[in-house]
């Protein structure tokens, strides 16, 4: 592998998580993919080497690292496994994150060791139904009553909702009674509701393309009453709020993406060398060498792209639209890396024994999850003051 500039310590957690990805998560891959089943001993493992505490402080239980040692990992996982991968980065970036960065000290020091240790998921439970990309038009409603928020409603496509060690999910909702127009409301919060609770109902797990061993769900809410201390930041900005964890998690999806692109690359060396026709190997034949080499520059633009918006973010600089880039070009590299892996690998790209199969059915929602592809360059448009 080329130079990657990382410090001594960023390189051996690279090491590090690629030897787990290896040794630990490979060989199980396929049969939780088949079976569509929670990889419990994969998270089991991920949790023994700090992996879902590796961004928080180390006075939570964290590893005291940050955004970028996250996407180190995220993107080593992502490179056999994408439902691995999504799961640790929705446990910290959609999980953890918004406790830590909005949270009271008191929810803090209460969820967070937790989650940091890897004992419990949390979740969030932002899309609806008729709410996806537009999210300020969310209709779950939580009402104050007596000291308690009382919330109804109803969440799609949450990933981490239903397994076995999920303890929270924090959901959007609508907590004023003034709804702008077009149903778009002027005052979302955000509210943490344990799980389980009564009334919050985890309905049956999605049958979907791809990610098929990540856990999601869609969520119902029926009169779920949470103290009046759950909400989770300030009342009013839960929206403000939900954009700033957005932001973060569109690179660490850009690093998950990365790392099925560079997947792809390595699957196609592998089989380009091994399979041959016509008396020779097939990696012998441009068609094939030249399609290799452009899925190898397509990662490294898309790697390169995330490691810039990560780097701005550390350094307080601003960063949103770097993320959105980030998010654009390396999904977009991954779906179009799966697509030419699929190809190298002829009719055994068909094949759901050959890893390019799960690559290729994993890839098409990094173009659609946590910001199209379409909010991308909606995002990357505004900044240009377009």
């Known amino acids: 592998m080329p130079d990657t500039g990382l410090s001594d310590e960023q390189e051996a957690l690279r090491r590090a998580v690629a030897e787990f990805a290896r040794d630990v998560v490979a060989p199980v891959a396929a049969r939780h993919d088949e079976e569509r089943s929670f990889p419990y001993e994969v998270v089991a493992g991920m949790a023994a080497m700090g992996l879902f505490g590796l961004p928080f402080p180390q006075e939570y ?15 080593e996982l992502a490179r056999v496994d994408s439902s691995v991968a999504i799961t640790l980065e929705a446990g910290c970036s959609l999980g953890a994150m918004p406790i830590y960065r909005f949270g009271s000290e008191e929810q803090r020091q209460r969820w967070l060791p937790m989650l940091c240790a890897g004992e419990a998921l949390g979740a ?13 038009g969310t209709r779950t409603t939580a009402v104050l009553v007596n000291g308690e928020w009382v919330v109804n409603g109803s969440k799609a496509f949450i990933t981490n909702s239903g397994t076995d060690i999920t303890r929270l999910v924090t959901v959007t909702a609508r907590t004023g009674g003034s709804v702008g127009v077009g149903g ?42 949470v103290p009046a201390e759950n909400l989770l930041g300030e009342r009013s900005r839960g929206y403000a ?8 998690g569109r690179i660490a999806i850009s690093a998950l993406a990365v790392g ?23 990696a012998a034949n441009q068609a094939i060498s ?10 490294h633009v898309a790697r390169t792209a995330y490691y810039d918006a990560a780097a701005r973010a550390l350094t307080g600089r601003p960063f949103a639209k770097e993320a959105a880039i980030a998010k654009l070009v390396s999904s977009t590299a991954a779906v179009d890396n799966a697509r030419d892996a699929t190809q190298i690998h002829g009719g055994y790209g068909f094949m759901n024994e050959y890893p390019v199969a799960r690559h290729w059915r994993d890839s098409k929602i990094l173009e659609i999850g946590e910001g199209t592809s379409e909010i991308q360059k909606m995002l990357i448009a505004r900044h240009l003051g377009l």
């Not at 239980?61 to 993107?75: K, N, T």
């Not at 969030?124 to 300020?136: N, Q, V, Y």
């Not at 030249?290 to 397509?298: H, L, V, W």
Request: with cysteine; proline share 6%.
């Open 61 to 75: 239980g964290g590893m005291g690292g940050d955004l970028f040692s996250l996407c180190l990992a995220i993107e």
């Open 124 to 136: 969030f439970g932002l899309t609806e139904p008729e709410a996806g990309s537009d999210a300020g």
């Open 184 to 225: 778009r409301d002027r005052e979302i919060s955000t509210i943490v509701i344990p799980v389980p609770s009564p009334g919050l109902t985890v309905e049956p797990a999605y049958s979907k393309v791809g990610w098929h061993a990540s856990d999601t769900h869609p969520l119902s809410l029926s009169d779920v009453r």
């Open 241 to 248: 709020n939900f954009l700033a964890i957005l932001a973060e």
């Open 260 to 282: 099925l692109a560079q997947g792809c690359v390595d699957e196609s060396i592998t089989y380009a060398k091994a399979r041959s026709a016509f008396g020779r190997p097939i």
């Open 290 to 299: 030249f399609k290799i080499a452009e899925m190898e520059a397509r990662t």
